[in-house]
């Protein structure tokens, strides 16, 4: 197969059938639109990826259920996929009502919330017109001239708030759709793959494929694992402790850990300001302590015992992938592209030429120095 290129204003005959090396400014340039495109795509088309690629998580770890259930039990496959899909649905839906549960309960104390802002809010203007010198006057107006564009700034936070809920509802049903057929059409869907590669490279992409699978299955498992022993164990702090609404200040804040470096930031300052509404600084200080104390041996014992041997990545890049994850996909992207930048570390380790990337994304492995014996001099 043959083209001419008009490269320079002269027709040049090249072979498509050998590898062409471009000049670098070329490649910069191909690469560069690459990424714009994929970006624009991925942004405009969120609606369809971000429930794709849930879809492909939840299936790949649904996969050792459905198989357990087509050999051992010797169900169809059509069957044995439906009661993976259904016993997942369960159990998501068995936390939902406990999670809504709770904060309906936190819902019902929100006069008190309300009354014990006022006073702080009260305390807080006195401290000012004693330091700053700053009447109340000035300060009720100051704050009913920002207070506008508060409410507005309120108003359209509570309606989006609301589409994110329908959106997210949404999704979840599109989630178990693509999940069964995810499942259900798995060996069609690995026969793909491997049609679009040359008869060479296929032992390749499918050894990528199964390691994939283990990566996604491990990781997953191992993040659910690691999420309800954080769980457990800030819920029975938080009840030793005496904090109200223990259960769902724990419960929020092991939700939150599987965002890598944000998520538990945020838990301590969520549990700071319920905490201190509720209590008293010390109390507030107490929780947060005790929440970043557990966060520390959580990313320092438990976390590189569980999942940290599954996704293999350095610290700049897991938050790289968080932060471009958020950017693209808002919070979802944040917690997917953590495995999917491990699939493209996985993908580039076994690709030739992309090999670099992989060492950039990975880990320093530690060198062993072996003990050199000295030689007996005879």
């Not at 690459?34 to 790949?60: G, T």
């Not at 319920?274 to 947060?288: D, E, H, K, P, R």
């Amino acid at each position: 197969m043959v083209c001419f290129l008009c490269i320079g204003g002269k027709y040049v005959y090249c072979n498509l059938m050998n590898t062409v090396q471009l000049p670098f400014y070329l490649r910069l340039a191909v690469i560069l639109l690459s990424v714009v495109l994929i970006y624009i795509i991925l942004v405009e088309a969120k609606d369809i990826f971000i429930p794709l690629v849930f879809a492909q998580l939840v299936a790949v770890l649904l996969y050792p259920v459905a198989r357990f259930l087509e050999g051992r039990l010797h169900l169809k496959r059509s069957l044995a996929v439906m009661i993976s899909v259904v016993l997942f649905t369960a159990c998501l839906v068995a936390f939902g009502y406990f999670f809504i549960s709770q904060v309906i309960s936190f819902s019902e104390d929100f006069p008190l919330l309300k009354t014990r802002f006022l006073t702080l809010f009260g305390e807080l203007q006195h401290w000012l017109s004693y330091k700053f010198h700053v009447n109340r006057t000035e300060q009720m107006a100051y704050l009913e001239k920002s207070g506008n564009s508060v409410v507005a700034s309120a108003a359209g936070y509570v309606s989006n708030l609301f589409k994110s809920m329908a959106t997210l509802l949404l999704w979840s049903v599109f989630v178990f759709i693509y999940s069964f057929f995810v499942l259900f059409h798995r060996r069609l869907l690995v026969k793909f793959a491997l049609a679009l590669f040359t008869e060479k490279n296929r032992d390749k992409v499918q050894a990528v494929i199964f390691e994939t699978k283990g990566i996604i299955n491990g990781y997953l498992g191992g993040l659910l694992i690691e999420m309800v022993l954080v769980g457990t164990v800030n819920c029975v702090m938080f009840l030793i402790m005496g904090i109200k609404y223990a259960m769902l200040l724990g419960i929020m804040a092991a939700f939150l850990n599987i965002i890598p470096y944000l998520g538990i930031y945020t838990s301590i300052v969520i549990t700071l300001l319920v905490t201190f509404a509720n209590s008293s600084w010390n109390a507030a200080l107490g929780a947060g302590a005790g929440l970043f104390v557990v966060h520390l041996l959580d990313s320092n014992f438990l976390m590189p015992r569980i999942v940290g041997g599954r996704v293999k990545m350095n610290s700049f890049v897991t938050i790289l992938a968080v932060v471009i994850g958020n950017m693209v996909w808002g919070v979802p992207g944040m917690f997917l592209f953590v495995p999917v930048a491990g699939i493209m570390k996985l993908v580039c380790e076994s690709t030739p030429g992309l090999e670099a990337w992989a060492v950039l994304m990975g880990v320093e492995e530690k060198i062993q120095k072996q003990a050199v014996t000295p030689t007996k001099r005879k």
